[in-house]
């Protein structure tokens, strides 16, 4: 295949977790994949192997997506590598790091809205037409205001709730050029950084959920279900996909 033909998909924050396993449910379905990551080379470096296994090209490029000039040296790499954009997900996220929040209180927001933000612009240039762009969030997130929030994750909840909506605000230019806006949102993911950190304000947090809703969701299942989202033409712009639980349940906590 041409590297013109070849489909590509770039992923913020890649190399663990959600991100990582939807680098792999990517390259699966035939997509070269570049990932960020913010400091952890090794780990990013090992993603990048795990997809050059399953026969596809992957990169991984090192940079805050909060900082303007990484975003836009970002976008310069793919442009060279690929030229294209067939899927951003955009992944990446914080507000419970302390060293960061110590130097810049407004972190969350930074991360949580204004780089998603930042992160599409640079993007769309990229997009062709039948791309798609996929927003990962949280229950607790997707319905800030509506229900009680974890301790600690209201900060997050609300500037994340804030990027989606500021995405969502955006659909007539996505679809102007042809490009779809899906939202996945997940319960707590079993093997995610997330959970461990809420749990040292709520403790047996975790447990409590297993017991409210069952099994947790993994973060093979929410990258599945963001490949499933990025490759479904079926999903209109605008469509959320529930992982783990329900929207209810996450309502009645």
């Known amino acids: 295949m041409e590297s013109s033909e070849r489909l590509v998909a770039l992923i913020t ?58 975003v836009a040296q970002l976008f310069a790499t ?59 969030t949280s229950h607790w997130a997707h319905l800030y205001g509506q229900i009680e929030q974890i301790p600690n994750y209201a900060p997050i909840a609300e500037t994340k709730y804030a990027g989606e909506q500021a995405l969502r605000a955006q659909q007539e230019v996505f ?30 947090l975790a447990s409590q959920r297993r017991e409210q809703i069952g099994a947790l969701p993994t973060t093979v299942d929410m990258g599945e279900a963001i490949a499933n989202a990025a490759t479904n033409p079926t999903f209109p712009s605008g469509y959320t996909i529930i992982v783990g639980g329900s929207l209810e349940a996450a309502r009645s906590q």
């Open 13 to 70: 924050g890649g190399s663990r977790g959600i991100g990582a396993a939807s680098a792999i449910a990517l390259a699966e379905r035939g997509y070269d994949i570049a990932i960020t990551y913010r400091n952890k080379a090794a780990r990013a470096s090992k993603v990048v192997d795990e997809i050059k296994q399953r026969g596809m090209d992957a990169i991984a490029v090192r940079g805050d997506v909060t900082q303007q000039a990484d």
């Open 78 to 136: 793919v442009k060279e590598w690929r030229g294209c954009l067939n899927v951003l997900v955009l992944n990446a996220s914080g507000g419970l790091e302390r060293d960061l929040l110590a130097v810049d209180p407004d972190y969350p927001m930074h991360i949580n809205r204004d780089a998603q933000l930042a992160l599409v612009e640079r993007a769309l240039p990229l997009m062709p037409s039948g791309s798609a762009i996929i927003f990962v």
């Open 175 to 204: 679809s102007q050029r042809g490009i779809r806006l899906l939202i996945v949102t997940g319960d707590l993911i079993e093997g995610t950084i997330t959970p461990k950190l809420l749990e040292r304000k709520a403790p047996g």
